[in-house]
């Protein structure tokens, strides 16, 4: 007798196109996903639990392996809660060169997700063309803090490394450099019908769904909400910079796609003009206790990464450790959207869909 | 030659002669895959600004891929328990052999060719569809779900592909008034064929691509969504088996692009002087580089867009072109 079956599929944890240690396990009727079910878990590493042991300067190398391909916006979101409960401010200098390492982050953060992405597609030189990029910003990084990945470069009340001579003049001789880049990427890329023909339409949802599985960053943006935390609730110097944020309609992987490379340019935009006014000199860092006591009470800062909305909610008793510490962090909630989106959908989606919601898997197990 | 060899008085001498020449063709060909592969790497390497294999066999990495195939002949050949046995033995051998066998008809100058045979463009096509079953089988005997569905979305796409191919060449033949490959080459000697058939050249191409299974058809493997297809169980020599006839395939469809649409040996009217061998290898570089260069250029097609592609757009072009070309022939 004639009959089909359904296929029970383990996509991951050892798969090349999860990004790390992602597992889906799908149900699959030839190729296509009729169930599909999320499995995270295996980098979770208890950063929140840890924290609570910690002393405030030493969660900061735990921050970076979060979302470890922006570490500095992580960097950044703890140091700025910690600021906030204790009233700390921090030196314009310090500001400008946490603003700098960040907006040189989020480009290097969607340049690997650019890459990967056309490899998740079948493309392999993009990969190769977006890690050469990537690398003149690890470089630049390197010099200011001696990390290629985990930076720990930002403290409370500012940062750990004044800019080497030189360093600010390499940043803007980047800017122009990767304008010029991302136009060959577009030439390369954007226009090439067989990628559209793989995005534009593909993982569709609304601006209400986005909003009610709470996603944020280019995934919420590219369903028509303009929210960026940078224009929003400035926080940092953002609103010294003027910046676009780019929305599309549409709610598709092309939208995100458009999203993210648009946003590279508006990051360019704000390094150049952080360059242009970075104070001639001024400490880096605000006068601070060695032991950071914040005072009893609980605080809870977000800001715009690369992924999305990041949080850091802090409970303090006063005491030198936090009570409790909790991460919001975008890619776990990005992910919870993906069930929904491959029901229907068959595996060459699948990759498309999933590569677009832009995880990291360090982010998504804290 | 060969046809002269075939046809005389059998002798042992004449014999050995042939099967000398057959294990100096096959040399030929593997020695073709061996620089084939290590260009493409260097080619791949040049255009994602890499080095590529510089290691082995000075600093052009010459000998690279020797290493490399020493190393899959030395690896463990491993079998799943739960895969089935003899099909699994027999598919990789399946793949590779009508990868030899097409070989044989096409002709690379004037005088090298090993069977002359009337329908020599028909054989290769009817022959190198047998791949795809070994393909299929490899997928299925595995008994591993991504090499099943590698093994189905070959079967899917070389049903799709094998028909515009086919229909792509008709054109060809209506112009050259014979399915013989010689008599194809030789109506193209005062113009090849991709001056007269554009369109049919283009349809050839792209399902040329399709029916090698590469990038951007490089769906049964589809290392980003199914590991790596069909060939995910395999292993030492075995998977070696499955490349060398990729390769091989490679070989056979740029001389056979050669010799359909590019004149075969003959030369520009004013390179006169070039002897057809030279011309023919020219040529035949040209088409491998190209199919390197989109390898490196094409994100990859989705299944159900490849069949649409196939048969809402290749397939009616193709019935267009020979249509058209049915009835320039009649009016001029």
Redesign the interface.
Known sequence: MLRTEEMLLNVGPQHPSTHGVFRLVIKIEGEIIKEATPVIGYLHRGTEKLAENLQYTQIIPYTDRMDYLAAMTNNYVLCHAVETMANITVPDRAEYLRVITMELGRIASHLVWWGTYLLDLGATSPFLYAFREREMIINLLNELCGARLTFNYMRVGGVKWDAPDGWLEKVAEFIPYMREQLHGYHQLVTGNEIFLNRVKGVGTYTREEAIAYSLSGANLRCTGVKRDLRKDEPYSIYNRFSFGVPTREAGDAWSRYECRMEEIEESLKILEQAVAQFPSDGPILAKVPKIIKPPKGEAFIRIESPRGEIGCYIASDGKKEPYRLKFRRPSFYNLQILPKLLEGENMANLIAILGAIDIVLGEVDG | MMQELLQSAPSWTKVGIFFGLAVLFLFVVLGFVTFAILSERKI?GF????IGPNQVGGSWGLLQTVADVLKLLLKEDTIPKKADRPLYILAPVLAFAPAFMVLATLPFTNQFQFADIGVGLLYYIAISGITTIGVVTAGWASNN??SL?GG?RAAAQMISYEVPLVMSLVGVVLLAGSLNLREIVAAQEDIWFIFLQPVGFIVFFIAAIAELNR??F??PE??????AGFHVEYSGFRWAFFMLAEYVYMFAMAALTTLLFLGGWHSLPFLDFIPGAVSFALKFSVVIYVLIWI???????????LMEFAWKVLLPIALANIFLTALLKELF
Not at chain 2, 222 to 227: F, K, N, R, T
Not at chain 2, 298 to 305: G, I, S
């Open positions: 791949m255009m994602q600004m890499r779900k991504y569905m189905m990038v951007p490089d769906l589809a290392e980003s969504e199914l590991v390898r490196v250029s094409f994100p990859r097609l989705r299944a159900d867009q």
